[in-house]
Each structure stands twice: as C-alpha cells, then as structure tokens.
C-alpha cells in the first residue's frame, strides 16, 4: 500500500520558514548590490564624507547645503521626464530649449498683467505642445527620437528668441512676488523644522511619486516592456504609440517645471535658459543607471544621479580646482557608470 503523507512536525515547519526568510533576505541584498543607484548613493556619501572633512567650515555648512540641494533640484526634476523617455529607449535632446521657450512665454504673460496661475499654465501648455510633437513623430511616424527632438531643440529655441526679442524680460508685473516664490521660497508653507528650497521640496514628492508609478501601475510596467523589446510588447497588447508618446509629453513637462521654478528663482526670463542643460539631464539619468538602449532605470536613480553631478562641481569649487574641468571629470564619472553598467549586463546574462 502507498504511504500516505505525513504532516510536517513544528521543527520542520520552523526550518522551512527559516529558509524561506534567508532566500529572501539574500534577494534583497543581491538586488540592493546589483543596483547602480546603490553604489552611486555610496560614492555620493564618500564624498560628501571627504569634503565635510577636507573644508570643514565652508562644505558642510547649512547655507552650502542649500545652495547645492536646490541647484541640484532643477536637473532632478528634469531627470524624471527624462527618464520615461530612456525607458523606452529613446532620448529627450530638447529639453533645454524647452526652458528657455517657456522661460519666456511665463515672462511674457507676467508683463502683460496676467495673474501667476496663467503664465504657469501657459509655460506647461507651450513645453506640453512640443511633448506632443515629439512624441507624435517618433512613435506614430516613426522617426528617430534623436533627430525629432534635435530639430525640435533648434525650433524651441529659435521660438524663445524671436518671442523674447532677444531681451530678458524681468518686469513681472503685479504677480511677480508670487510667481518668485514658486522657485525662490522655502518650505512650500509648511512649518518645516529648518529651511528647505521649494524645488527641492518639489523634487522629492515628484522622485517618489515617480517611483510608485513605475513599479505599481501597468503604464510604468509598459515602459519597462518597451524599451525591453517594443515588438514583444506590441504582441502582447501593449499599446506602444500611445505610451511613448505620453513619455515624451511627460519629458516636455518636466522641463517646463523646471523652467517655470528656475525662472521664479532668478527673478528673470531669458531665452538662454537651459542651453546644454539636456546633456546634464541625460548624464543623471546615466550616472544613476538608466541604460540608453531602454528597460533600465529609476526615478530614485535620476534624483542621485543629479545630486552626485551638482556634489562634484561644489566639491570642485571648495577644492579650488579650475571651474572649466568640471565638464572633465563629469564626462569621466560618465563613462565610467556606463562601464560598470555594461559589466553589470553582462553578469546577469
């Protein structure tokens, strides 16, 4: 006769849960470690450690540390959108011009007395139009999201120029007080135990909101999917156009977010604003692990990325090394996350 299972006894059942923890326990190690976020935290905390130790009565001071989280909050949010779009495996080269554009439409509708709720809306109408373009020409025309938004990088700039006649626009009119505490304000109003910049403030909620999407909703699982293989996500019911085009809408946004602060911060629109800012965008979400070729990335990843960047040109400055080799050793830290991302790669394959 076939022996009929016997139940498991309680030390049975205690080493099996036993095990049960220690595999997930070392999973979340293992992923922790995998993650280039990780290691850019640490070396973001290296650093930080060394220069609280090499300048310590300049670095670690409280006014430092606010001039480098809300210098560094502009680039993060910007990196957010960014993000999305690399997701999908492609690339955002007009966020800069975006700034300068809704730079000055947000000037323009201030110093024809229009209340600060407008020229903020306008700002998001007019960065969210070129999102839609863009988004419209790779994903439904299929056109390279390279050449899509470097062309729309030239025709956003040449748009701030010619609505700003090239002058900077600082007369804001009788909402200028408000609009510049968008950007130049502390603590959004709230009874915050030591001051902290709006953007920064704004930032944050966006890193975390961000980062909810992407891992619970389908629309975050979808980028993923599509920058992972965009013809298996199609066979699966993905629906690919719509999706890329929302990320691109989402990257326009961003950059007219943080158009709208840095504008309220400096007390002045240009149509200058943000030239190059997208290479700096695009290094963050580098540094903090995103892949260019798609399916790898994170908001939290996009927000160190941006502090690490803006850490090493303070740290640079304090250390009295020669502002223009800034470019230098920033394009050397990104190589060298694209390196360990590639090692990386080739590990898990």
Known sequence: MPHEPTAPTAAQDSVAIENMLSVKEKSLLDHLLSAQSFW?????????????????????TANNLYNISRNFAFIGIMALGMTC?????????????????????????????????????????????????NGFFVAYVGLSSFVVTLGAMSIA???????????????????????KLLG????????????IANPVLILIVLTIVLALVLRMSAWGRHLYAIGGNEHAATLTGVNVKAVKLSAYVISALSASLASILIVGWQGS??????????????????????????????????????ALIELIRNSLLMAGVDSNWQGAFVGVIIILAVLLERVRGRKRA
């Not at 850019?40 to 670690?60: E, H, K, N, R």
């Not at 130049?184 to 001051?195: A, T, V, W």
């Not at 399916?295 to 927000?303: D, L, V």
């Open 269 to 306: 629109a240009i149509n200058a604003l943000g030239q190059s800012y997208e290479l700096r965008v695009i290094a963050s979400t580098v540094i903090g692990g995103a892949d260019l070729m798609g399916g790898a990335g994170g908001a939290y990843g996009a927000f160190i990325g941006a």
């Open 157 to 179: 700039r040449s748009l701030a120029i010619v609505l700003s006649g090239n002058k900077m626009i600082y007369d804001f009119g009788p909402s200028g007080p408000t609009f």
């Open 184 to 195: 130049g304000g502390d603590n959004l109003g709230l009874p915050l135990p030591f001051p």
């Open 40 to 60: 850019v935290t640490v070396v973001f905390l290296s650093i930080f450690a060394f220069m609280s130790w090499l300048q310590p009565d300049s670095f670690p």
């Open 85 to 133: 779009v690399i997701l999908t495996g492609g690339i955002d080269l007009s966020v800069g011009s975006i700034m300068g554009m809704v730079a000055v439409v947000c000037g323009l509708v201030l110093q024809a007395q229009y209340p600060w709720y407008a020229a903020v809306a306008a700002g998001l109408l007019a960065g969210g139009a070129v999102g839609v373009v």
